[in-house]
């Protein structure tokens, strides 16, 4: 069965950069039939999707946050990372990495998800 | 960019019931890719249906979604008590994700 699980500090400080990676188990990152992304989910609010990558390298970003993300694959280790710079307090939220269907868009497999708290 | 919204905010109901959650949109959606996830509290979303009608493996038969265009429901015929918590429907239109605010659907 396929699990996906969340690494990265848990604190950062305003301006700082976050880096999150996602560790997929039970499967393989490298299938042409899945994108790999990144949601988050700030306290008590709905969900808001960042940014998202196929392994073969073609990514799409929210406008909203392109200028502030990267996301990266890394095949051989099974993984995928997210990096969100120049953080504030309103990215304090949970960060859920998932796998995402290629063709009709929906997120099948969800990690746990990891709270990050952005202190000024 | 096309807004999402859901209603009721919240729906108090009793287990048994019959619970009907609404997914507007602000623009026509593609039944492919309309998509239904509960969310209990402190853990990650799970996906219900997609397709707008199609349930994700593993989901019990009183999960049932329709709709087309800009109008969407998420059925569920007779509440479990493990049925009570949040849930958003999600659409993909021109490379990019949104989710309604969700329903809140609790134990009355």
């Known amino acids: 069965q396929l699990q996906l699980q969340e690494s990265g500090p848990g604190l950062l400080k305003s301006s700082e950069t976050l880096s999150l990676t996602c560790t997929v188990s039970?499967?393989?990152?490298?299938?042409?039939?899945?994108?790999w992304g990144w949601f988050r989910q700030p306290p008590g609010k709905g969900l808001e999707w960042i940014a998202s990558i196929h392994y073969r390298g073609s990514t799409y970003y929210n406008p909203s946050l392109k200028s502030r993300v990267t996301i990266s694959v890394d095949t051989s280790n099974n993984q995928f990372s997210l990096k969100l710079s120049s953080v504030t307090a309103t990215d304090t939220a949970v960060y859920y990495c998932?796998?995402?269907?290629?063709?009709?868009?929906?997120?099948?497999?969800w990690g746990k998800g990891t709270t990050v708290t952005v202190s000024s | 960019e096309i807004v999402l919204t859901q209603s009721p905010g919240t729906l108090s109901l009793s287990p048994g019931e019959r619970a009907t959650l609404s997914c507007r949109a602000s623009q026509s959606v593609s039944t492919s890719y309309l998509a239904w996830y509960q969310q209990k509290p402190g853990q990650a979303p799970r996906l219900l249906i997609h397709g707008a009608s199609s349930r994700a493996t593993g989901i019990p038969d009183r999960f049932s979604g329709s709709g087309s265009g800009t109008d969407f429901t998420l059925t569920i015929s007779r509440l479990e008590p493990e049925d009570f918590a949040v849930y958003y429907c999600?659409?993909?239109?021109?490379?990019?994700?949104?989710f309604g605010q969700g329903t809140k659907l609790e134990i009355k």
């Open positions: 998932v796998r995402q269907e290629y063709y009709y868009f929906y997120m099948d497999v």
């Open positions: 039970g499967g393989s990152i490298s299938s042409t039939s899945y994108y």
């Open positions: 999600q659409q993909y239109d021109n490379s990019l994700y949104s």
